[in-house]
């Protein structure tokens, strides 16, 4: 595996989101709500629920910044490896006797970089869609369970 010396591909968006606490933040709102005293209105129940979207929310974040540095760890590599790849596509046409040589080297150079391309888009594409695919699942999950909790109070305010 290389080694990053990029600093701007260096960085940790966990540690910037790491101050970031959604039950200090669930408690601040419960602190904010328990002021005011609204008839059949559940407020626990309710910043629970807000709790839970809130956490949801950070995972699926945590999950899409954790992917995008997956990805630009893979494109830092590819981009090593096409260099390096480069360096040795020269060192081969130096060695090149006659035109029809290099040619054929030129052609072979030219086929393999075309399927490696592919081969690396295709690769990353799926790095963002499995990032994606993750995020997004913490948010639906969240979203039935939500609507699960929603229901359940329209009938406990029926009573």
């Known amino acids: 595996?290389?080694?990053?010396?990029?600093?701007?591909?260096?960085?940790?968006?966990?540690?910037?989101?790491?101050?970031?606490?959604?039950?200090?933040?669930?408690?601040?709102?419960?602190?904010?709500?328990?002021?005011?005293?609204?008839?059949?209105?559940?407020?626990?129940?309710?910043?629970?629920?807000?709790?839970?979207?809130?956490?949801?929310?950070?995972?699926?974040?945590?999950?899409?910044?954790?992917?995008?540095?997956?990805?630009?760890?893979?494109?830092?590599?590819?981009?090593?490896?096409?260099l390096d790849e480069a360096q040795a596509a020269v060192e081969r046409f130096a060695t090149s006797t006659t035109p029809q040589d290099a040619a054929a080297k030129q052609a072979e150079l030219v086929k393999d970089a075309f399927e490696k391309a592919l081969s690396n888009m295709r690769e990353l594409a799926e790095l963002v869609a499995k990032s994606n695919n993750e995020a997004a699942s913490a948010i639906n999950s969240r979203i039935s369970e939500s609507l699960e909790e929603i229901k359940s109070l329209a009938l406990d305010m029926k009573k």
Do not use: C, H, W
């Open 1 to 82: 595996m290389a080694t990053n010396k990029n600093p701007f591909l260096n960085f940790d968006m966990t540690q910037m989101l790491a101050d970031f606490d959604p039950k200090k933040m669930a408690a601040e709102f419960s602190k904010v709500m328990g002021q005011y005293n609204l008839p059949s209105v559940d407020v626990e129940s309710m910043l629970k629920s807000q709790q839970k979207n809130v956490e949801a929310l950070t995972v699926a974040n945590r999950t899409a910044m954790e992917g995008f540095q997956a990805v630009a760890n893979r494109q830092a590599e590819i981009l090593k490896e096409t």
